[in-house]
């Protein structure tokens, strides 16, 4: 941008507003983008599929719809791909909207493979624990894995990792004896102890290092158990050196080995603090969260879907069904036929993938879920001949309702993995498919426990009886846990009762189990219909080794010194659940800077210097429910939406709020783009600014550690880097306010080798395009936690978008995990030379001639990243005088067009403080630059 100034110098405001109208966009967007919920049910499959857009406006407008998105936005020739996570019926609603929809990225089976893939890595472990334990015999067996001897600055030091068959059950350190040579005794060459080290859960070895001093290389160890359990090993040399005993010290890395679950993650830290505690601090943070928990509910109509196994059967009894987005609906009087397993002679027999052989037509055909598309399983079935198909799912959970679209004609329904057994433990076997049936809103009635589900809630029943006689009153019973409601029914003993009825006499005479509530702010002046027992749930299966309580966040604080008097960097993760390679790359980190100190002189300069928080999962309740409910829950577990609203269990996976839309600067409730008031949108902002205990906790740390000048929130997925300003108001994309050309500077230097260290892992660039200010690089995200930081509490503050995917596979994720780890040990090299750079910055002025007669162009050139103020009309230049400026967004330093002849004074000031020439805008001095152009 090209400024011409006279000798009345342009003030910062109308600067401010020159630069924020580049930013104005004026093309054409879909209609009908207002907020609201979009139609998910908690049995939906969700996917991530490609929204095609023409331009920012049209992604403004996607965002104005309050649809879960993905980070993922890619310029490209014909526009702008933006990934949303939709279910079929969302995306249905976005189509409406007039959004076009591309190709499905990611869907629920990719994560379950992860969770799957997570399981079979932690059974290894647990294999291997139990063959070391058949070996046991009286006392528990020691196993040396590893036990190198390597040199560091003259330094040497002695490396053990070993296990013990008691590793998994008790916590205690291993006792490491050395001997000062061949020939000698255990001991005499010193000891040390190892550590326990357990990974999701599951023990997997003890390790450590530790400086030898003065003593000797020793050539054998031992390694005793207090349990009694001992073994011995030969000492190997780790990188020797040919010629000398001295070089680079190792420096260990690769601390991860599965995906980790908040209580892994927490777990993890506590054992780092037990093992570090000079070194570390376990800072709980005051807000606790609401806790993996939720009360009991049930909504109160006939049964739905259902399949019913006739007698003789094993399997006979009836069991719950889920429907398709493809084909048609199964007859609501049923469709009855024998259940025959289908097979296709391929791979896994029972899929469906190929088509069925010696399958008898006319039949209801059985298959698994897995290995292709649903449609392709019930297209093969159907050109077998079978009249239904039914798809068991292969991991538990309920049954959900399946994606895709094709040529389908059959009934295709899907049962749970434990009825697929079941039923396939009963064959043969006749049946029948009942589709649901339709019921009016009006007559549905919604009950919630007033116990937590899993303090009592869940063992609550309720049944709409129709008592078979005429002229009966509506009743209540209650025995135990017990609610049978009796309907009213009239002279031809036909049923009476209202929903409201019915709500009113739960409420009066079961008011004490239960609060009861119309569906979705119906009326409820439709006649109920009688039901069987309906047990009421928390819909939770998380393992009870998954705590139901108010979680304490905790921050690990890591640094020789950590009394507030040194630089602070904070690294957090998991704002958003379903994100779980950042939380990795969070306690790789801790690992790599603990494990390295007491022989790597850099991190030890590192953690001697600052001040370092890290907390490994912001959001636990909602990671807990993204490992074991849904997959892709974005938000917390709390629920905000009125009874009046999708308050029900089939609005349970859109309940919550964004973490990352719920800070107070810049925020929705300040008018700003990017979030959403529906309580059911992705991008949820909460009933308030700081309404959530995990924003809170952000705010708190920051706010109560005024040290922490540098912070780095852990997020995935789109391989981006971003700072501030990360939200603006529409129309005209007016950004919140944009950093100074100097702190441009300083964050864009700073990204750089960040960048650069996360590349030498594997080689990935994080590309231009995908560096910088948020609202420039994604979109609108008003209210998150960056801008908050950047703006209420001063701190430089960057933002990791890791890798393409929120749970890509185990391979993928651990290089991610390495990579970006890379990343964040520099960012707190930056923050050590940032609070080291005592040198001050030097500055000229370039001048060359104007375009018009009697005009100079002025640009100034500062030796690092520096904020330059200057005066135009002889005046000394203060902090109060024009701060030179950036041309416009993304273009670099603007120049200044002024009257030949000009005398310009200015000074700089580097981010770190240091003021050129040393000198002090707030005296009389007169050390300030100076020159005339032209």
Same mark, same amino acid.
């Given at each position: 941008?090209?400024k ?14 020159a ?5 104005m ?11 609201g ?19 920012r406006?049209?992604l ?34 976005l189509?409406?909207k007039?959004f076009?929809?591309g190709k ?9 493979a ?6 079979? !890595? ?19 067996t020691?196993?040396?894995?590893r ?9 040497h030091?002695?490396?053990v ?15 490491v ?17 190892i550590?326990?080290?357990v ?5 997997l070895y ?8 003065s003593?000797?290389r020793?050539?054998?160890i ?7 359990g ?11 050196l040919?010629?000398?005993d001295?070089?680079?010290a ?19 830290i ?6 570090f ?16 928990r939720?009360?009991a ?9 259902r399949?019913?196994?006739d ?33 296709? /002679?391929?791979?896994d ?5 190929e ?5 008898? /037509?006319?039949?209801? /055909? ?12 019930a297209?093969n ?30 009934p ?9 057994t ?9 049946? !029948?498919v009942f589709?649901?049936?339709s019921?009016?809103n ?22 709409l009886?129709?008592p ?27 049923v009476?009762?209202t929903?409201?009825e ?14 009861a ?5 119906s009326?409820g ?25 108010p979680?304490t ?12 008097s040194k ?8 704002e ?16 790599r ?11 030890k ?7 370092i928080?890290i907390?490994?999962?912001v ?9 074991y ?5 974005r ?22 709020v ?34 959530e205990?995990?924003s ?5 740390i ?17 391989n ?14 007016i950004?919140?306010p ?18 650069t260290?996360?590349?030498q ?10 560096t ?15 801008d908050?930081l ?7 503050a960057?933002n ?7 749970q ?5 994720a651990?290089?991610e995990?390495m990579?970006?780890s890379?990343?964040?040990v ?6 050590y030379?940032?609070d ?9 002025v ?12 002025v ?14 009309d ?17 273009e ?11 005398t ?31």
């Open positions: 941008m090209r011409r100034i006279g000798l009345a110098r342009l003030s910062l405001a109308t600067l401010a507003l630069l924020l109208g580049a930013t966009l004026a093309t054409s967007a879909p209609g009908d983008t207002g907020q919920d979009l139609g998910r049910v908690a049995a939906d499959d969700v996917s991530v599929v490609e929204v095609l857009l023409e331009d406006d049209a403004d407008a996607l965002v104005a719809t309050g649809v879960d998105l993905d980070h993922n936005v890619t310029t490209t020739a014909d526009g702008i791909v933006a990934h949303a996570v939709v279910t079929a019926k969302e995306a249905e609603a189509k409406g007039g076009k929809l499905v990225v990611y869907s629920e089976d990719d994560a379950e992860r969770v799957a893939e997570r399981e079979a !890595t932690i059974a290894e472990h647990v294999e291997a624990l139990e063959a070391l334990e058949v070996e046991a015999l009286a006392t528990d020691v196993k040396i894995i036990a190198d001897y390597y040199t560091s600055l003259g330094n030091y002695l490396s990792e070993a296990k013990t068959s008691d590793g998994q059950s008790e916590n205690f350190q291993l006792t004896e050395r001997d000062s040579g061949p020939g000698t005794d255990f001991g005499s060459g010193g000891t040390q102890n550590s326990r080290f990974d999701a859960g599951v023990y003890h390790r450590g290092a530790s400086n030898l001093g003593n000797p020793p050539d054998y031992r390694v005793t158990s207090p349990n009694g001992s073994d011995v090993a030969k000492v190997n040399d780790w990188l020797p040919p010629d000398e001295q070089g680079d190792p420096y260990f890395k690769d601390f991860v080995t599965s995906y980790l679950t908040p209580t892994d993650l927490y777990e993890r506590e054992q780092l603090h037990a093992e505690p000079t070194l570390t601090d376990i800072v709980e943070l005051p807000y606790e969260t609401n806790g993996y939720r009360k509910q049930a909504i109160l109509e006939p049964p739905g879907m399949l019913v196994v007698t003789p059967s094993p399997a006979a009894g009836e069991y719950e069904l889920a429907g398709a987005s493809f084909g048609p609906d199964a007859p609501v009087a049923g469709l009855p036929g024998t259940i025959a397993l289908g097979d296709d /002679a391929t791979g027999v029972n899929d469906g993938c088509p069925l052989v010696g399958f008898p /037509a006319g039949t209801i /055909a059985l298959v698994d879920r897995g290995s292709c598309p649903f449609v392709q399983k297209v079935a159907q050109d077998a001949g079978a009249i239904a198909v039914i798809v068991a799912n292969n991991v538990p959970g309920d049954p959900f309702n399946m994606g895709g679209s094709g040529p389908v004609t059959i295709a329904v899907m049962v749970s993995q434990d009825d697929g079941a039923i396939k433990a009963g064959l043969p076997a006749t049946g !029948t589709g649901a049936p019921i009016s009006a007559s549905r009635v919604v009950v919630d426990s007033l116990a937590w589900g899993h303090e009592g809630g869940n063992d609550i029943s309720v049944q009886l129709d078979g006689t005429t002229n009966q009153a509506l009743d209540v019973g209650v025995v135990g846990d017990s609610i049978a409601v009796s309907l009213a029914t009239d002279a031809s003993g036909a009476t009762s929903a409201a019915v709500v009113a006499a739960l409420d009066a005479d079961a008011g004490s189990l239960v609060d509530y119309t569906y979705r702010g009326s002046d439709a006649v109920v219909n009688p039901t069987r027992e309906i047990q009421l749930s928390d819909f939770l299966s998380a393992p009870d080794t998954v705590s139901r309580e979680w966040v905790r921050a690990l604080r890591i640094g020789k010194t950590r009394d507030g630089l602070g960097v904070l690294a957090y993760s998991q958003h659940a379903r994100e779980w390679v950042p939380p990795l790359v969070s306690v790789e980190t801790a690992e800077l603990l494990r390295n100190y007491a022989h790597d002189g850099t991190t300069q590192l953690l001697n210097n600052l001040d928080f907390i490994p999962s959001n636990p309740d909602g990671g807990h429910y993204s490992f409910d849904f997959a892709s829950q938000k917390n577990m709390t629920n905000h939406c009125p009874l009046t609203g999708p308050a029900d269990p089939n609005g349970r996976n859109s309940w919550g964004d973490n990352n839309r719920n800070y107070d600067e810049y925020s929705l409730f300040d008018g700003y783009s990017g979030a959403s008031t529906s309580c059911t949108s992705g991008t949820f902002a909460g009933p308030s600014e700081l309404s205990p995990e809170a906790n952000v705010d708190w920051a706010g109560n550690y005024p040290n922490i000048k540098f912070s780095m929130n852990l997020h995935s997925s789109g981006y880097f971003m700072w501030s300003p990360g939200s603006y108001l529409l129309p005209g994309r950004s919140a944009r950093p100074t050309l100097a702190e441009e500077s300083f964050f864009w230097g700073a990204s750089s080798r960040i960048l260290a996360i590349k892992h594997r080689g990935l660039s994080v590309t231009p395009a995908r910088g200010p948020i609202s420039d690089v994604l979109y609108s995200a008003a209210g998150n936690s960056g908050m950047w703006y209420k509490h001063g701190i430089y960057w990791f978008e890791v890798g393409t995917s929120f890509p596979d185990w391979e993928e651990h290089e995990a990579e970006f890379n990343g964040l520099e960012l707190m090299h930056v923050a030379d940032f080291k750079d005592h040198s001050r910055p030097e500055s000229t370039v001048a060359t001639p104007g375009t018009e007669p009697g005009t100079v162009d640009m100034f050139d500062t030796s690092e990243p520096a904020a330059v103020f200057y005066t135009l002889g005046s000394r230049p203060t902090y109060e005088s024009t701060l030179y400026a950036a041309a416009g967004i993304r670099g330093a603007e120049t200044l067009t002024v009257p030949t002849g000009t310009i004074h200015w000074f700089s000031v580097d981010s770190a403080g240091n003021v050129e020439n040393n000198y002090d805008p707030s005296s009389s001095g007169r050390n300030f630059n100076k020159t005339t152009v032209g």
